[in-house]
């Protein structure tokens, strides 16, 4: 196998244990998993909000996890750890399921994004984007799409891997809303500049 198809197939699987976990842990606020492999062993990180569901009594919950990881994703000596997340405004997948919840109770899109553009960033973050596309209006409109953005978010070369990134799909009765929200959060290093913490602009600080 060459580097290039390793490479895909290592980012396959990954993306395939994001969504099992996902799906697994979404009571316990699942937000994200770091897989590094040494040559040892498989160190698999997961951020949750509430990690006594994922450790489980005895820790038979994370046992449990570590089996079906071997068996249905054929990861050898697999380590898992799991971190309380410690904001959830810089957690793209939290913050992307907010909005859709919001999304689906008939809240003014543009507000609900203009809203939560103004709490990532208070909470500390050097850049964030949201994207919102799909059925915007009430019943009959026409499918648009909603894009803001606060501070730098690079949209090429390596520099994109240190922007967390995560979507979330809202089902309001008059159609489905896919969200992106992508956040660069405090202290992050740029090899190429410096990002100084950012202000809260004040048509977002006013709105």
């Known amino acids: 196998m060459t580097i290039e198809r390793k490479f895909i197939e290592d980012s396959k699987i990954k993306l395939s244990i994001a969504k099992f976990l996902g799906s697994e842990l979404s009571r316990a606020g699942f937000s994200r998993v770091e897989i590094q492999k040494t040559p040892v062993l ?6 949750v909000l509430n990690p006594g569901r994922v450790i489980g009594r005895a820790g038979r919950t994370v046992d449990l996890i ?5 068996k249905k994703f054929k990861i050898e000596n697999p380590q ?4 309380e997340v410690e904001n ?24 609900v994004i203009q809203m939560t553009l103004k709490d990532i960033i208070q909470n500390g973050a050097i850049g ?9 209006a009430a019943k009959g409109a026409r499918s648009k799409t909603i894009r803001k953005s ?18 979330a799909t809202a089902y309001p009765k008059y159609g489905a809303i896919g ?4 956040i ?14 950012l202000e809260v602009p004040k048509a977002i600080l006013n709105s």
């Not at 913050?95 to 109770?105: C, Q």
Request: no cysteine; charged share 30%; glycine share 6%.
């Open 42 to 47: 498989t160190r698999i990180t997961i951020y």
């Open 66 to 70: 570590t089996e079906t990881l071997k």
């Open 80 to 83: 898992i750890n799991v971190i």
């Open 88 to 111: 959830r405004m810089l957690e793209p997948l939290l913050v992307a399921k907010s909005i859709t919840e919001k999304f689906e109770r008939g809240i003014n899109a543009r507000k």
């Open 128 to 136: 964030a984007e949201i994207i919102a596309s799909g059925k915007l």
């Open 150 to 167: 606060v501070g730098y978010i690079p949209k090429a070369g390596d520099v994109t891997n240190l922007v967390r990134e995560a979507v």
């Open 179 to 182: 969200v992106k929200v992508r």
């Open 184 to 197: 660069v959060p405090a202290g992050t290093k740029f090899p190429d500049r410096e990002v100084k913490a």
